[in-house]
């Protein structure tokens, strides 16, 4: 596995919010972490990039333990990490957006991205190259939320509720842009609560509730899976 967590248990002070979670992605894979609201996924993610340290498990990254390490030293090793916030820079323009997702140090040319590559990827963020980013949409922030991630040339990416709050047009836009990531090479761990949208998107799907994993399959073995599916995820 590329990027795996073993039992990992996360408090935030008393509470105990992941109880002994593991799951894996590989490359090559987009899986799902999928659950209604307040069950623990996005505390999921910010426990592998380190913003949550957890309180015991591990998170490993190409076969190394990243548990406990600070965010950017993460970030540095090939793990990138949209959140669900849409944390833009609202004054800087689109592409000084995207420049802040270069990483110091980082080599440009090769395989790697750049801005004219994020633009062949991202042509409604072209348009807009020069505006401020507090003057977007909500959906071309989440782009240009996703798009300033991979300027960071991440081995694998970490998406959290990227579809929360939008049109299903704009719905559509953001699977089309998953997908395309995916076909780059750059497997996805995404958080939803759209069980659709997981369906769609992904291979896998990890099914967590108050905190466990619950369900683990195919998307063609949760869609058979009715029981998960009303118990957990329907409303």
């Known amino acids: 596995m590329l990027l795996e967590i073993k039992e990992l248990n996360t408090f935030y002070e ?3 919010i992941l109880q002994g979670i593991s799951l894996g992605i590989d490359t090559g894979e987009i899986v799902c972490l999928l659950g209604r ?3 623990g996924k996005s505390t999921t993610l910010k426990s592998i990039i380190g913003l949550v340290s957890p309180r015991s498990g591990e998170v490993l990254f190409k076969n190394r333990n990243v548990a406990g390490m600070a965010p950017h030293d993460i970030a540095k090793l090939g793990v990138g990490y949209v959140p669900e916030e849409r944390r833009i820079f609202p004054t800087l323009t689109v592409r000084e957006n995207l420049i802040m997702g270069v990483k110091p140090g980082q080599k440009s040319g090769g395989d790697g991205w750049s801005i004219e590559k994020v633009y062949q990827y991202f042509p409604g963020l072209k348009a807009r190259d020069r505006q401020r980013g507090g003057f977007l949409s909500g959906g071309e922030q ?3 939320t996703i798009a300033r991630t991979l300027m960071g040339n991440p081995e694998v990416l970490l998406v959290d509720e990227p579809t929360e709050g939008l049109a299903p047009l704009i719905v559509k836009t953001v699977e089309q842009v998953i997908q ?3 076909q780059h090479n750059i497997p996805i761990l ?3 609560q759209n069980m659709r949208v997981a369906l769609r998107l992904a291979g896998r799907i990890y099914v967590m509730s108050k905190g466990k994993i619950v369900f683990h399959g195919t998307s063609g073995e949760l869609r058979e899976a009715h029981q998960v599916r009303e118990k957990y995820l329907e409303v």
């Open 37 to 39: 609201n307040g069950v």
């Open 142 to 144: 989440q782009m240009l």
């Open 180 to 182: 395309d990531i995916h």
């Open 190 to 192: 995404l958080v939803e």
């Open 14 to 16: 008393h509470s105990h």
